[in-house]
């Protein structure tokens, strides 16, 4: 059998192209006298090679889906400071972590006031759900209703309504600020039940779940949404100070710290006292809720669901 003659790196790269390769296309030569240089035999510089490609494509599909999602700002699970947000236990985080409830198609609610790093976990979780090759959309409630409002208008919520319910997890943020229409209430209904038990919703609130009636305007339609909600589902609710404030807090007691004083005792800006709020809360012992008890009425609705 004749020897076939040896490809230059040029032709190579067309056959890379051809195969939609592109960092093995774009990087030929360079990866070529790596495998030289390093002595790879021919296996090991396939395998090289095809794994450098599968690690290029893993980066642009995460890079795809998290701008997609349409996150209003970078956070990561990582970030969350746990110091400042000892509420929630530190196992109920690392199970949120897992997805697990994700795969079953299970939601999760955030409630607690402003501040206390309920957008913060959407936005990791979020996050975790992309680099996991799940697909998600973010929608401030704000931003969600503009977009129902404006598929009335337009006669086409039919096709809104197949788009919100594709994405595995749609994160719905700060419901409860501003009260919904009765034109748009309906569809955010119809949105939830179309989802329920198939795909997964989470929903940070500033209001408990006996206040959305006030957001919703319907009571019955408020206890139908919360029914679907709740029935596969993590609920936790987030205490404390805001986050911000204790920031801001911070950064002024180190400016009006002296350079002086700093000078004379160093190490001592990490001694200053952690500040406490003047109204703490009252402490509980925590418990994990999974929503499996469907509620009827909205009277029956937990005021407060802690983890």
């Given amino acids: 059998m004749p020897i076939a003659k040896a490809a230059t790196n040029v ?54 889906g998290i701008m997609g999602a349409h996150f209003p700002m970078v956070r990561t699970l990582e970030g969350f400071s746990q110091t400042e947000q000892s509420a929630i236990d530190p196992r109920v985080l690392r199970e949120l972590a897992q997805l697990e409830w994700l795969e079953q198609a299970q939601n999760v609610i955030f409630f607690g006031p402003p501040g206390t790093g309920k957008t913060h976990l959407a936005i990791g979780l979020g996050r975790a759900a992309i680099t996991a090759g799940y697909k998600v959309a973010f929608y401030s409630t704000d931003h969600l209703v503009e977009k129902l409002e404006q598929a009335v208008k337009e006669g086409t919520m039919a096709q809104r309504l197949q788009q919100l319910s594709k ?65 596969h589902s993590k609920v936790i609710l987030m205490q404390g100070e805001s986050y911000r404030m204790l920031q801001e807090q911070k950064e002024s007691v180190l400016q009006e710290t002296p350079i002086e004083w700093a000078e004379q005792q160093p190490g001592q800006l990490t001694a200053i006292p952690r500040w406490t709020p003047r109204c703490e809360p009252k402490r509980r012992k925590k418990r994990t809720s999974t929503g499996r008890s469907i509620y009827r009425s909205l009277d029956t609705f937990p005021l407060n669901i802690r983890v």
């Fill in 11 to 64: 032709q190579l790269a067309s056959l890379a192209n051809r195969l939609r390769l592109t960092l093995i296309r774009d990087r030929m030569t360079e990866f070529l006298c790596m495998a030289t240089e390093k002595k790879l035999t021919p296996r090991e510089t396939l395998e090289y090679f095809f794994s450098q490609e599968i690690l290029r494509r893993e980066e642009n599909r995460i890079r795809q």
């Fill in 167 to 231: 994405p595995k997890l749609l994160i719905i943020d700060e419901f409860g600020y501003t009260p919904l229409s009765k034109q748009v209430a309906p569809w955010l209904f119809k949105l939830i039940n179309m989802r329920y038990e198939h795909r997964s919703i989470l929903i940070t609130s500033n209001k408990s779940a006996s206040e959305w009636a006030q957001v919703l305007g319907d009571t019955a339609m408020t206890t139908a949404i919360l029914d679907r909600l709740l029935h």
